[in-house]
């Protein structure tokens, strides 16, 4: 099985569904957004990030909400975008994995280019599932997707938030250094106003200790940012990341 066919381009440009603009009123219980739309009308968006976000989730700010009239959805609208002072921002965490995959099919991510099978979901370790699992012939790369909204001063950081899930992941992925494959964590920094990447200490030291851990144990680390803009978002440059 194939990753799965996005709208996007054969530039490797994954395409917004139609945006609503709106501001945000406020984030509550996680998964939940009040937007006022241009009409006046007060609408709730899912929001789809488990992390934090006060990095970009401030009252006022302008975002951007798609609608999908499926029937067995209580939430029409989600949350897609919101406009920071430095750039537009891609808060839905559905994003990084369709657009890894369509990166890597598109030959856009140098690092991650060469093999003959893509596959998603494709559960691995512990009653894990490893987001990309990359191969040709005998060889494996498994590949983890994190998305990072988080920037402060022109620093990407991951993750936003304490993430038991997270360091699980990386031990994970040391298990399949361990057995002779290959294996990546990659960060996908949803905006255009970071510098480099470095992984959040000040919020969660152990997972930052275990992923310096990990790449001495061999596992790769890749972070890069985006072009973001109301069309769509393509993978843009690989960041420089301190440990």
Same mark, same amino acid.
């Given at each position: 099985?194939?990753? +799965?066919? @996005?709208?996007? @381009?054969?530039?490797?440009?994954?395409?917004?569904?139609?945006?609503?603009?709106?501001?945000?009123?406020?984030?509550?219980?996680?998964?939940? &957004? !009040? *937007?006022?739309?241009?009409?006046?009308?007060?609408? *709730?968006?899912?929001?789809?990030? %488990?992390?934090?976000?006060? $990095?970009?989730?401030?009252?006022?700010? %302008?975002?951007?909400?798609?609608?999908?009239?499926? #029937?067995?959805?209580?939430?029409?609208? %989600?949350?897609? *975008?919101?406009?920071? #002072?430095?750039?537009?921002?891609?808060?839905?965490?559905?994003?990084?994995?369709?657009?890894?995959?369509?990166?890597?099919? &598109?030959?856009?991510?140098?690092?991650?280019?060469?093999?003959?099978?893509?596959? $998603?979901?494709?559960?691995?370790?512990?009653?894990? /599932?490893?987001?990309?699992?990359?191969?040709?012939?005998?060889?494996?790369?498994?590949?983890?997707?994190?998305?990072? %909204?988080?920037?402060?001063?022109?620093?990407?950081?991951?993750? @936003?938030?304490?993430?038991? /899930?997270?360091?699980?992941?990386? +031990?994970?992925?040391?298990?399949?250094?361990?057995?002779?494959?290959?294996?990546?964590?990659?960060?996908?920094?949803?905006?255009?106003?970071?510098?480099?990447?470095? #992984?959040? $200490?000040?919020?969660?030291?152990?997972?930052?200790?275990?992923?310096?851990?990990?790449?001495?144990?061999?596992?790769?680390?890749?972070?890069? !940012?985006?072009?973001? !803009?109301?069309?769509?978002?393509?993978?843009?440059?690989?960041?420089?990341?301190?440990?």
């Amino acid at each position: 099985m194939r990753v +799965k066919k @996005d709208a996007g @381009d054969l530039n490797g440009q994954l395409k917004w569904p139609r945006l609503i603009r709106g501001l945000l009123i406020g984030r509550y219980q996680r998964f939940k &957004a !009040d *937007i006022k739309l241009s009409n006046g009308e007060i609408v *709730i968006a899912f929001c789809p990030n %488990t992390g934090t976000m006060f $990095s970009c989730s401030e009252p006022g700010r %302008t975002v951007y909400i798609s609608r999908q009239d499926i #029937p067995s959805r209580r939430l029409k609208y %989600t949350w897609e *975008i919101i406009e920071m #002072p430095g750039s537009l921002v891609g808060i839905n965490t559905g994003v990084p994995n369709r657009l890894v995959g369509l990166s890597i099919e &598109a030959g856009k991510i140098k690092e991650l280019a060469g093999f003959d099978h893509i596959r $998603s979901e494709v559960r691995y370790g512990a009653n894990s /599932r490893i987001d990309i699992l990359l191969e040709r012939g005998e060889q494996k790369c498994f590949v983890e997707i994190k998305n990072c %909204t988080l920037v402060m001063d022109g620093i990407a950081y991951f993750p @936003d938030a304490v993430t038991s /899930r997270g360091l699980k992941h990386l +031990k994970e992925l040391q298990k399949e250094v361990s057995k002779g494959n290959r294996a990546v964590m990659f960060y996908l920094v949803q905006r255009m106003d970071a510098g480099e990447f470095m #992984p959040a $200490s000040h919020i969660d030291p152990a997972y930052s200790l275990q992923l310096k851990k990990a790449k001495d144990f061999g596992v790769e680390i890749l972070a890069y !940012d985006v072009n973001i !803009d109301l069309e769509g978002i393509s993978i843009n440059k690989k960041l420089p990341f301190r440990l």
